[in-house]
Nanobody, 119 residues
Framework: VQLVESGGGLVQAGGSLRLSCTAS???????????KSWYAQVPGKQRELVAH???????SYADSVKGRFTISRDNNRKRVFLQMNSLKPDDTAVYYC???????????WGQGTQVTVSS
């Protein structure tokens, strides 16, 4: 199983980006029954949870991104998305996709995608 992320880049403050994470090699039923999350990490700090979506599609967000970021998933295409609007310089980080299979008690992580927001 490999999680492949894309969509990061350089954007001005106030702009938008859409991150995508594709679970390659994962059985569809495992993907559908797993929880999905996006984390952000800046150098020297721990990885922090940004957004999470449960198996029934219920999202939750860190306070810092509420109202600006939206997590979603396409189970049939085995993809997870993070729509990032009204970006701020403080959002600058490497963003990681995480898929947790409760059935197999296994975490899968992407390689990370850099998001840089200029002021």
């Amino acid at each position: 199983v490999q999680l492949v992320e894309s969509g990061g880049g350089l954007v001005q403050a106030g702009g938008s980006l859409r991150l995508s994470c594709t679970a390659s090699g994962m059985i569809l039923s495992v993907f559908s029954s797993s929880t999905k999350s996006w984390y952000a990490q800046v150098p020297g700090k721990q990885r922090e949870l940004v957004a999470h979506i449960t198996t029934d599609g219920t999202p939750s967000y860190a306070d810092s991104v509420k109202g600006r970021f939206t997590i979603s998933r396409d189970n049939n295409r085995k993809r997870v998305f993070l729509q990032m609007n009204s970006l701020k310089p403080d959002d600058t980080a490497v963003y990681y996709c995480r898929i947790r299979s409760e059935s197999y008690n296994t975490d899968y992580w992407g390689q990370g995608t850099q998001v840089t927001v200029s002021s």
